[in-house]
């Protein structure tokens, strides 16, 4: 007869049972623990050369120029291949002869770059750029995020700012004549920014609006691409020039966080920006045009649930080129136009943070287009440094150069390479 539920083999069952869920439980803790921490990667120590192969450019060579630039944010070079690093709420630092065989990063910071009466979130300096006349001019330009006090609660720090653009002669290892373009009327979201300038001597300029509904709001400076004249006047012929209720610096309107910028040459204007939790994008800026946020988002909120007030698309409203699901945090942007990467002209580089919210996961993106920005095809490289990426640019030498920020905040210079 077999033995029932109470006798000695069913119990011998339970018990076994009862036994191996204990024993489940308690390998399972230490992965309770160790998911309690946030979700991130290790990274390794970072070599000073080595050579790694892509899709479309095989072998290439990835050297450190400098380390110890703590909160890199952008990279801006000088005719002569020195370059500008500016280390964001930071200092500006000068590395001398980065394009040539012996860099070197100056000890001391670029003097006369003021610092910010508050070191939390992102005020003070934020990106760098340089006059395309600078062997002319001498200018290098900057935004800068002005402190506004907290007046609602004096006893917190500063939650606010006020979107700057400044500019100052740069003259051997000091700026001066420093004077404010451009600041705005109003205090917003103290995010990060880029401003570039084109061959036409138009100074353009990304602002961020992540919270709220300042992004939709033609009054408002933040969440917009920005167009003025290098002194800082508006152009007659902005899009909302002369309109009763709206910014005349406003060239278009609907972003939420943009970290990228990019000119080219024909007058194209790229820019990418960080979605909430997914959906960021790469936008083709078009005059006066709306890129929807938030009104239009292809993210999530920050705990997983959906957007209610969001909808993917909305018809009058421009859709991104490119978006990313998970996101990529993107940073810093170029698109290569030198001749030392045959395989890479025209594709555009974009920095990227972190993947899927996956600390120090970051890399170097590049995206393939179509004759007319049509997406062919994407890769993403420096995943194994498992660092931030916060800047690409290039170089005079037709080099790529990129910023890391992360555990070993470092410039890497990028170049052909035989593979071993």
Known sequence: MAPGPGAEGGGGVIRRRVAAAALALLAVTPALAQEARPPGVTPAPLADSYTFDTAEQHGVAA???ARGLPRSFALAFLPDGDLLVAERGGNLRLVRGATGPSPELLAQPVAGM???SATNRSFGLNDVSVDPDFAGTGLVYWTWNTVEPNTAQPDQPPQTGRFTIMRARLSGTALTQIETVFTAEQPGYPGGARVDLDASGHLWATTGS???????????????????????????????AGQPGAHPAVWSLGHRDQHALALLPDGTILTAEHGPNGGDELNRIERGAN???????????????GIDTARRHVDGMADPLVAWL????????????????????????????RRGSIANTGGLERV?????????????????????VRDVA?????????LLDGPDTAVLRLSPAPLP
Request: glycine share 14%; no cysteine; net charge negative.
């Open 63 to 65: 050297t450190v120029v």
């Open 291 to 305: 890129y929807g946020w938030p009104v239009v988002s292809l993210g999530r909120n920050y705990d997983g649930s």
């Open 394 to 402: 290039q170089g005079p030498d037709g080099l790529l150069y990129v």
């Open 114 to 116: 003021p610092l910010p």
């Open 368 to 388: 393939v287009f179509n004759a007319d920005w049509g997406e062919l095809r994407r890769e993403t490289l420096l995943t194994g440094l498992n660092q931030r």
């Open 210 to 240: 992540p919270f709220g509904a300042e992004a939709q709001d033609p009054a408002s400076p933040y969440g917009k691409v920005l167009r003025l004249n290098a002194d800082g006047s508006i152009p007659a012929d902005n899009p909302f």
């Open 326 to 353: 998970p996101s990529i945090a993107p940073s810093g942007m170029v698109v290569y136009s030198g001749e030392a990467f045959p395989a890479w002209l025209g594709n555009v580089f974009i920095g990227s943070g």
